[in-house]
């Protein structure tokens, strides 16, 4: 599996749009690009994951470049809730449950 | 909530001794992973069941072993404890098979073990 960079973490402003990069410059042509997030040591959560197209759904969207070497996870109003590390993960999509975690992006929220 | 329970919740073992961590998969899952996640780093695959047999492995010594019944829960066994094995463990469950498309993988708490 493709490995991923992430900053180690970045601030925003309690209503913003929280915009959070992963560079998967390795990747292949058959690795998803997925998205959880951890909340101060409970297990990971999923979030979204995508392919090549940008998806959406009811947490959040994500942005594929064209080249797929990298990819932005968006939370559109972002609450102190979503404080977090947010972990960006490729891998193949029917590997199971094979997840390869770098170090994350702590998202910090503030009001 | 995720519907992937594991227990206990917290433990302090010794040094040298043995431990069991349980999981307990999603209705309808047939896959588990486990992973260590040391304080402040991200959770590290240590292996994962298919329909009771393993079939993937991290990088962790044959002391971590593991089982799947065939309800699909899971253990996690870890024998001569080492103060290196404190950590957050996690398990995960969905369904997989080549046959079928994989549903996304859904977490348990975590079990914290300390070893002192």
């Known amino acids: 599996d493709a490995k991923t960079t992430q900053p180690p973490s970045m601030d925003c402003a309690e209503g913003r749009a929280a915009n959070l990069p992963c560079n998967h410059s390795t990747i292949s042509g058959n690795e998803y690009v997925y998205w959880y997030r951890q909340i101060h040591s409970q297990g990971p959560q999923y979030i979204i994951h995508?392919?090549?197209n940008n998806e959406t759904n009811e947490m959040a969207s994500l942005i594929i470049t064209e080249d797929r070497k990298s990819s932005t996870l968006i939370l559109p109003h972002a609450t102190l809730r979503d404080t977090a590390v947010y972990y960006c993960?490729?891998?193949?999509?029917?590997?199971?449950?094979?997840?390869?975690f770098g170090s994350g992006t702590k998202l910090n929220v503030k009001p | 909530e995720t519907g992937v329970t594991q227990s206990p919740t917290h433990l302090i073992k010794t040094r040298g001794q043995q431990v069991t961590l349980r999981c307990s998969s999603q209705?309808?899952?047939?896959?588990v992973s486990w992973y260590q996640q040391a304080l402040g780093q991200g959770p590290q695959f240590i292996f994962q069941?298919?329909?009771?047999?393993?079939?993937g492995r991290g990088n962790f010594p044959p002391r971590f072993s593991g089982l799947q019944f065939p309800n699909y829960s899971s253990e996690l066994n870890v024998n001569a404890l080492e103060l290196d094995d404190s950590a957050l463990y996690l398990c995960?469950?969905?369904?997989?098979?080549?046959?079928?498309?994989?549903?996304?993988?859904?977490f348990g708490q975590g079990t914290r073990l300390t070893v002192v």
């Open positions: 993960i490729v891998r193949v999509r029917y590997n199971f449950n094979k997840f390869y």
């Open positions: 995508g392919l090549k």
């Open positions: 995960a469950s969905s369904l997989g098979g080549q046959l079928t498309m994989n549903t996304e993988a859904f």
């Open positions: 069941y298919y329909r009771e047999e393993e079939n």
């Open positions: 209705s309808g899952h047939n896959t």
